[in-house]
């Protein structure tokens, strides 16, 4: 069991940054502390603003951030002068703003990474243009891919698509020399996770999005020579209609559809601002903000609930749990457990494999997160990122004496 005295733990806590007051473990005369729950290894404030935390079966640490750069970091951080800082070991190049990260088989990493590309949008441009001239407008739109990272070779050597991700949109003009009629159809897709299985199986979450705006523009058309001089004498734009699709989709490693995991909807094996994911042999959890609700699907099935974690009516001794309040990230350790981001709480639970809770991760340091959100596990170390706070904070449960 690790050794440490109370004072030097103090002074770690205090060196990171924590202003608020812990009730700390009494030590024993053997000089050894009795946690009966994580406790802080430390607070890495020296991070960008990190979209997502990956743990490897080797233990290395990935972190994504949003200003392109994925970063492999000592397993326990580092120190610097008494303050525990976040050591950067290495970065893995080509990305440009990664979202989300998993582990594959063979040292493969696949990350979930957004480009911008140009895409050609078409508009009236009424009153400045005759009514029947429709205008291209280049636009810059955001493009997701699913990008594999070779650890081996140490390069991007996978990169692909679905073609139902990228941006759609088409103009019907239907026009009169003092009058015009456009309807504007527009869909795009926002991805939100991503994970992977042991045979290189991906599963990526987000949301379909579209709407039909109907304008309708009247003028009065008068003449100079051969030009026509345009006075707007009415305008009405309606939108019509306004449709969101939440899904989760496997594909293998190439990208290629295999099933659709999630659909959209409230129920059981259905999803509403699906914000996490992850994997197991027997379950695909993925966290559902509409509901408040961390779910669980058959991840070979379509649209099979299995069960679905709410948090409420639990009590960890002498605290009543109430429901979970806009939950983000949810992780698995090599043990089965299950990891949930509570960040309306301000905390991150634990459950058993079997669903079961068991513990309140920040047990020893509550009030040290304000809005958890990326989390990843070990059997021994829990890894959030807490979005409020701008850090990253490592809790270690001691293992138990041999």
């Known amino acids: 069991m690790r050794r440490i005295t109370l004072t030097a733990l103090g002074l770690l806590l205090l060196a990171a940054g924590c202003g608020n007051k812990m009730d700390l473990p009494t030590e024993t005369p053997g000089g050894q502390i009795p946690f009966d729950g994580y406790f802080v290894y430390g607070v890495w404030e020296n991070v960008g603003n990190v979209t997502d935390i990956l743990v490897t079966q080797n233990q290395w640490i990935y972190v994504a951030e949003d200003s392109a750069v994925v970063s492999r970091l ?147 058309t008068t003449w100079v020579g051969t030009t026509p001089v345009l006075t707007q004498t009415g305008a009405e734009s309606t939108y019509v209609d306004s449709t969101t699709e939440w899904f989760v989709r496997k594909y293998d490693a190439e990208g290629s559809f295999l099933i659709e995991v999630v659909s959209n909807g409230s129920g059981l094996g259905y999803g509403e601002e699906i914000e996490g994911l992850a994997w197991t042999p027997e379950a695909l959890f993925f966290v559902d903000r509409a509901t408040n609700r961390l779910k669980a699907n058959d991840p070979n099935l379509s649209a099979s609930g299995l069960d679905w974690l709410t948090g409420d009516e639990i009590n960890d001794p002498g605290e009543a749990i109430p429901f979970l309040l806009n939950p983000s990230g949810v992780a698995v350790d090599p043990l089965g457990h299950i990891f949930v981001s509570d960040g309306g709480n301000g905390r991150v639970l634990k459950y058993t494999e079997s669903f079961a809770y068991k513990e309140r991760v920040d047990r020893n340091a509550v009030g040290l997160l304000a809005a958890p959100g990326a989390v990843a596990a070990t059997d021994s170390l829990v890894y959030v990122y807490d979005e409020a706070g701008g850090k990253m904070v490592l809790f270690e449960l001691p293992k138990p004496p041999e």
């Open 74 to 220: 000592k397993r326990k951080g580092g120190n610097d002068n008494g303050v525990a800082v976040a050591r950067v070991i290495s970065t893995l190049e080509g990305f440009h703003a990664p979202v989300r990260l998993s582990e594959g088989a063979e040292d493969h990493i696949f990350v979930l990474d957004v480009d911008t590309a140009t895409a050609v949008f078409y508009s009236d441009r009424f009153p400045n243009t005759p009514p029947s001239t429709v205008l291209p407008i280049p636009t810059t739109v955001a493009i997701p891919r699913v990008r594999l990272y070779d650890l081996y070779s140490q390069a991007i050597t996978a990169d692909w698509i679905d073609r139902k991700w990228l941006p759609q949109d088409s103009t019907n003009t239907f026009t009169g020399r003092d009058s015009a009629r456009i309807n504007h159809h527009f869909g795009n897709t926002l991805l939100t996770c991503l994970t992977a299985d042991d045979d290189d199986n991906i599963y990526v979450g987000g949301r379909n999005f579209s709407y039909l705006l109907k304008v309708k523009r009247e003028f009065d």
